[in-house]
């Protein structure tokens, strides 16, 4: 029978977190400590009965209150800095980051590798490199959780969501869903399988799929007729795809946005909310006609089309 | 002591003094349309024992449930299902109003030296619409049960789940509006029926618990109602409002939710924290250390409770600077809490401290919920709660705060003023064992939850991989435990009924104005309204000594 007290640290997210796992559990058994030892020390020495000097004394009240109110408040505010930073460090994607595609539904995970490859509830990635997951759902919220990476980001139907990390040793390790999402909540469990870069490559070769997710998405592309719009009609004016992604886009609101995957999202499936400068709303939303892994291959292919020098998006959001 | 001398005349009257059992009639009609916050108090009391022991057997069920990793007792359907009623009956039918309503109902009044609470009959009308609710929550469980969990996240509440959510969240809706009144009676209450003389700041703290309790429930519970009623439309009519499939929002659900639920863990903590500041006062006899600061945290966890919500929703896809400012207001409002903690153990010192049953509930309090705090200090800090959100860290942690903190001090407060509520004493051994008994069974049951949640075991798992079976076993083992620490109450309270002595007006020796009025108090509380000239916490620890040895030396004498 084993105890274990703690994940394996697979990520480097997953030191920064277990410091300050560390740190605050350090901090809270001087508290305790603090707490607990008068309390005891009180109790065996002021039991009634027993004789001691229960005379009253005017302690300064005011001093008193005042340092165990403004000694924790410092505490506390140096304890929101440090859980501050690691959660910064952990929310910002690196630009050079890897991307994965992932569609939650219940009760099952789907992956998509740009390469083309599919996998079900197993996510294949190299050891040492960054990758970048987008997070879809195809229906209920769920959420992405590594608890060997000590990462997590609820996978929300109708937005993206980003999440990254930086596996730091070979191995298999858990993935769970950990919001609540029906009947077989508890199932929708699989693994990420962290592979030497030689083995992953290896790995790839003999997936060999079809086509690549960007190609796929260029079939769709051409099936829903967005080409004929998009790709210089001269009957309708729509905005060209060429070099969009992840450049800034002046809209008719006067709002600029940058063209990342939730723009790009959000066009498709709700054009009318946000128009790039110059144009009319003409285009259908494809709300409906496409799911979440379509969805994903078109905007695969839009970005396979020129991505803009512009640093990918750091934020969450 | 000295009470007990004048009260020894009393075990051989022929006639029972006129008490609130006595007068207003003894047949049922006469309590079920009773106006009497005394009758009231003990109605609700029934009522919350009948929801808490069905809440407890679901729990019973998932600990059985959880011994084995494979889901091999019940089905996901039902395990789901289990985990929801026990929520919603926990938070809703229990918890919210455990103190508020029995301690509260029965012993505010008292306090301040009043007749009743200043509405009666609303007061009655409040227990009505609460068992109301109950009877909804049941119906929906009858018929077959909801399987959303208590936070009802949409779109699954709203759009995909197959169970009966509306019959759940009307229950809870309706609950809410006893919820919402009981908070309107005592505000009122607390600012017109003092006593002459009883200023704010003589009043007993159990007092300022309870009326920044109430401001709480009257500005936070509409929200609830609005939120479920806004997801019961969508699932109704669909009304796009959550679902983005019909052009709604999941993510504002949530922040809706928890700008009631959170304000709502503090409905469930405020209340104990005034118990224990009666009884820690009374057991050490010494006045509280730090009164005003004690008054105004509980003011001040009232307020600052409100802003902190996003904490509940970190990787919910908030933006990164909410999270940010959320996390430091959530540092801040555990500030007030410290202070609490701070100042009762100052009281002890030089105090003249006896271990009765109270009292082990209270200093139970301080270890129980001093562990709630410190764990939410984790929690609050973004960037671990990224790893420990939504795993069983979580659930220990509340647990630590509302079944550590809350059920303790209602069992400490339920254990102090049993005596004047039904006139008898319980078994003080027994009682001490009980503390004891559920001090270490809770420990069992929900220490090994942290580690399990640190591990990375999310909560709601039906079936969970075997490497977290050893403390899932710890857990179910220590849940068996404090099974007894309940049940041994239950039977020994009933008993006390009964065959316990008779207690007099006062058995602890207490200050507050409701022991200077015969236990059970007669229906209209005082024969003469009292008068106030000091503050609450007259205690003296020297004195308590004196009278202990003199009491001593004239017994050795005889």
């Known amino acids: 029978m084993t105890f274990p007290l703690f994940p394996t640290e697979a990520s480097d997210a997953a030191a920064q977190t277990d410091y300050l796992y560390w740190g605050l559990i350090a901090i809270s058994s001087v508290v305790m400590l603090i707490v607990f030892v008068p309390i005891v020390y009180f109790i065996f020495k002021y039991r009634r009965g027993k004789r001691a000097d229960r005379s009253p004394v005017n302690l300064p009240e005011l001093p008193i209150e005042l340092t165990w109110t403004i000694i924790p408040t410092f505490i506390f505010v140096g304890l929101f800095l440090w859980g501050a930073r690691v959660f910064w460090h952990n929310q ?56 060997e990476f000590r990462i997590k980001q609820d996978v929300v139907p109708g937005r993206y969501t980003t999440i990254w990390f930086k596996a730091r040793r070979v191995g298999t390790y858990r993935l769970f869903c950990s919001e609540y999402c029906g009947t077989h909540h508890s199932a929708m469990i699989g693994h990420v399988i962290v592979m030497p870069p030689a083995a992953y490559a290896n790995w790839l070769e003999q997936g060999q799929p ?11 592309y051409r099936e829903l007729g967005c080409s004929g719009c998009h790709d210089g009609s001269t009957v309708v004016r729509a905005p060209p795809l060429i070099g969009l992604f992840g450049k800034p886009v002046p809209l008719n609101s006067g709002e600029v946005v940058i063209a990342d995957e939730a723009y790009l999202r959000d066009s498709i499936l709700l054009p009318a909310r946000q128009i790039a400068g110059g144009y009319t709303n003409d285009m259908p939303s494809f709300q409906g006609r496409i799911n979440e892994e379509q969805l994903l291959e078109i905007i695969a292919y839009i970005r396979s089309r020129g991505t803009a020098n512009s640093e990918e998006r750091t934020a969450n959001q | 002591m000295k009470a007990e001398l004048e009260t020894a ?21 006469s309590w079920l349309l009773t106006t009497d916050h005394k009758r009231i108090g003990l109605l609700y009391l029934y ?94 469980v009858i018929f077959g049960g909801v399987d959303t969990g208590w936070t009802f996240y949409t779109p699954y509440s709203s759009t995909y789940s197959n169970s009966h959510v509306i019959a759940m969240a009307a229950g ?67 009304i796009g409002i959550f679902d983005p499939k019909l052009g709604g929002d999941p993510v504002l659900f949530q922040h809706l939710f928890w700008f009631y639920s959170h304000p709502a863990v503090y409905i469930m ?65 555990a500030v007030p809490s410290a202070i609490k903690v701070f100042n009762w153990t100052m009281t002890l010192y030089r105090g003249s401290i006896s271990l009765k049953t109270p009292m082990l509930y209270a200093l139970g309090f301080i270890g129980l ?58 078994p003080e051994k027994l009682g001490q064992l009980a503390a004891l008994v559920m001090y270490i069974g809770f420990n069992l049951t929900f220490f090994p939850q942290f580690v399990l949640g640190y591990l990375g075991m ?101």
């Open chain 1, 210 to 220: 079809g086509n690549t997710l960007a190609q796929s998405g260029e079939r769709l």
């Open chain 2, 172 to 238: 809870i809706f309706v609950a809410g509006f006893g919820s919402i009144l009981t908070g309107l009676n005592f505000i009122i209450t607390v600012h017109k029926l003092r006593a002459p003389g009883l200023t704010w700041f003589r009043l007993p703290l159990f007092v300022w618990s309870l009326y920044s309790t109430s401001i709480i429930m009257v500005l936070a519970t509409p929200v609830l109602a609005m939120t479920l009623a806004l997801m019961s439309l969508e699932r109704i009519w669909g």
């Open chain 2, 269 to 333: 903590i405020l209340p104990g924290m005034g118990v224990v500041s009666e009884t820690i006062t009374c057991f050490a006899r010494k006045k509280i250390f730090g009164y005003h600061f004690v008054a105004y945290a509980s003011m001040a966890i009232a307020i600052l409770g409100f802003l902190v919500w996003g904490h509940h929703m970190f990787v919910s896809s908030q933006s990164v600077y909410a999270g940010l400012m959320f996390s430091l207001l959530s540092y801040l409002v």
């Open chain 1, 92 to 147: 910002r994607i690196p630009p050079d980051a890897m991307p994965i595609n992932v569609v939650g539904k219940q009760w099952m995970w789907k992956i998509q590798h740009p390469e083309g490859h599919r996998e079900i509830n197993e996510l294949h990635v190299p050891v040492g490199r960054n990758i970048k997951l987008t997070l879809a759902s195809q229906d209920v919220i769920h959420s992405f959780f590594l608890p």
């Open chain 2, 47 to 140: 009522s919350l024992l009948f929801y808490f022991a069905i809440a407890a057997v679901a729990a019973a069920m998932m600990r059985m449930e959880l011994i084995t990793p494979q889901g091999d007792m019940v089905t996901s359907d039902t395990y789901n299902k289990l985990f929801t009623i026990h929520g919603t009956l926990m938070v809703w039918f229990f918890l919210v109003p455990s103190i508020p309503t029995v301690l509260g109902n029965f012993i505010l009044p008292l306090m301040l030296g009043a007749r009743d609470v200043a509405f009666p009959k609303l007061n009655l009308l409040s227990w009505y619409l609460f068992n109301a609710g109950g009877l909804l929550a049941l119906v929906s």
């Open chain 2, 458 to 558: 999310p909560r709601r798992y039906h079936a969970y991989p075997p490497e977290f079976q050893i403390y899932n076993v710890m857990s179910s083992a220590g849940a068996s435990i404090l099974g007894v620490g309940y049940l041994l109450p239950l039977i020994y309270f009933i008993w006390s009924l009964k065959h316990g002595k008779k207690a007099p007006a006062n058995p602890w020796n207490a200050t507050g104005l409701e022991w200077q009025t015969p236990s059970p108090p007669p229906k209209h509380n005082f024969s003469a309204t009292p008068v106030v000239d000091k503050g609450p916490y007259d205690y003296s620890a020297e004195a308590t000594e004196r009278e202990l040895r003199d009491r001593l030396t004239a017994e050795e004498r005889r």
């Open chain 2, 369 to 426: 919920f001093t562990m709630g705090g410190l764990t939410g200090l984790f929690l609050a800090a973004v960037g671990l709660d990224v790893h420990v959100t939504d795993t069983y860290f979580v659930v220990a942690h509340f647990h630590y705060i509302m079944v550590g903190g809350m059920v303790t001090a209602f069992m400490g407060g339920l254990h102090y003023w049993w005596p004047k509520m039904t006139g008898r004493m319980y």
């Open chain 2, 9 to 29: 005349g009393v075990s051989t009257p022929l006639r029972e003094p006129k008490n609130y059992f006595t007068e207003g009639g003894r047949t049922l009609a």
